[in-house]
C-alpha cells in the first residue's frame, strides 16, 4: 500500500523553528517530486514548497522564501521540510505530496498524485 505520512506538527511560538518530516511506505520517494502544501481554517489549499525529483531543484511561495527550506534524505525515504522565524500566518494544516513540480509563469506547477493526511501547525503566543 502506498502511503505518506507526515510528522513534525505542534505548537510554537512566533520566531520559532518546526522541521516537518514526509517518510513514504510502499515506493520510494527519489522518483517523485515531492511537495508541501498547507491549509489554514476557512482558506484554500496552497502550495507551499516542492523538490524534483530530476535535479533536485527546489520552489518556495513567496510568503516562505528565505525562512522555508525543503530537502532530500534519500536514505532514509523522507523529505523535510525545515520551517524557521514562524508567524502565525503559518499556522495550518501542512501536506506532504509525490508527483511533479515545474517551473512556471509566477512561480511553479505541480501535478500530485498521493497525498498524506496532514499534520497541524500551530504558530501562537
Known amino acids: 500500500q502506498l502511503q505518506l505520512v507526515e510528522s513534525g506538527g505542534g505548537l510554537v511560538q512566533p520566531g520559532g523553528s518546526l522541521r516537518l518530516s514526509c517518510a513514504a511506505s510502499?515506493?520510494?520517494?527519489?522518483?517523485?517530486?515531492i511537495g508541501w502544501f498547507r491549509q489554514a481554517p476557512g482558506k484554500e489549499r496552497e502550495g507551499v514548497s516542492c523538490?524534483?525529483?530530476?535535479?533536485?531543484?527546489?520552489y518556495y511561495a513567496d510568503s516562505v522564501k528565505g525562512r522555508f527550506t525543503i530537502s532530500r534524505d534519500n536514505a532514509k525515504n523522507t523529505v523535510v521540510l525545515q520551517m524557521n522565524s514562524l508567524k502565525p500566518e503559518d499556522t495550518a494544516v501542512y501536506y506532504c505530496?509525490?508527483?511533479?513540480?515545474?517551473?512556471?509563469?509566477?512561480?511553479w506547477g505541480y501535478g500530485m498524485d498521493y497525498w498524506g493526511k496532514g499534520t497541524l501547525v500551530t504558530v501562537s503566543s
Open positions: 523538490i524534483s525529483s530530476s535535479d533536485g531543484s527546489t
Open positions: 510502499g515506493f520510494t520517494l527519489d522518483y517523485y517530486a
Open positions: 505530496a509525490a508527483g511533479y513540480c515545474i517551473a512556471a509563469m509566477g512561480g
